[in-house]
């Protein structure tokens, strides 16, 4: 376990001292193989969404091939936020190891409590969606998809 820390750390800080992100790594392991090990890079791609663990699923799927991560595990230097964990769920991931907690993330300038607020219930003010109702133009995309897939099986 150590190590894989260690080689999330070693890439947040390159990442760091190339201005491309800030103080959060992650590595992905898949049966004792490392798949990814790295920083966030927030800064470098100007993307609010290119936290660590979002750019190690991201990279472990392209190396693999594959969207479904269910036999990796991931060890992230700080407690994911909600947009992490929401992603490292839909890539089926299983286990999850972090160091640093939320409130220390907090402490130093990096919070996401307004997030777990929203999605608690709690600041419902923070975020506004609303359902428009039924729409003809959006509700055909369900069938061009399974049409689609139904081609491709056919191939």
């Not at 990279?59 to 269910?70: F, N, V």
């Not at 936020?81 to 286990?95: D, E, L, Q, R």
């Not at 997030?115 to 003809?136: I, K």
Request: hydrophobic share 35%; charged share 25%.
């Amino acid at each position: 376990m150590n190590k894989y820390f260690e080689l999330a750390t070693a890439a947040t800080i390159k990442g760091m001292r190339r201005r491309e992100g800030g103080p959060f790594g992650a590595t992905i392991v898949r049966e004792g193989q490392v798949i990814a090990a790295v920083g966030n890079t927030m800064v470098r791609d100007t993307d609010p969404s290119a936290h660590a663990e979002m750019v190690a699923v991201r990279e472990a799927c392209q190396k693999l091939g594959t969207m479904d991560l269910s036999d990796c595990e991931i060890y992230a230097t700080c407690e994911p936020c909600p947009m992490c964990v929401g992603v490292m769920m839909w890539a089926n991931v299983k286990k999850v190891y972090y160091s640093s907690t939320r409130e220390e993330a907090a402490l130093h300038g990096f919070s996401d409590m307004h997030l777990r607020r929203y999605l608690e219930g709690t600041a419902p003010e923070l975020f506004n969606m609303e359902y428009v109702g039924e729409r003809t133009d959006c509700n055909q995309l369900w069938q061009i998809f399974k049409d689609i897939e139904g081609e491709a099986n056919h191939d």
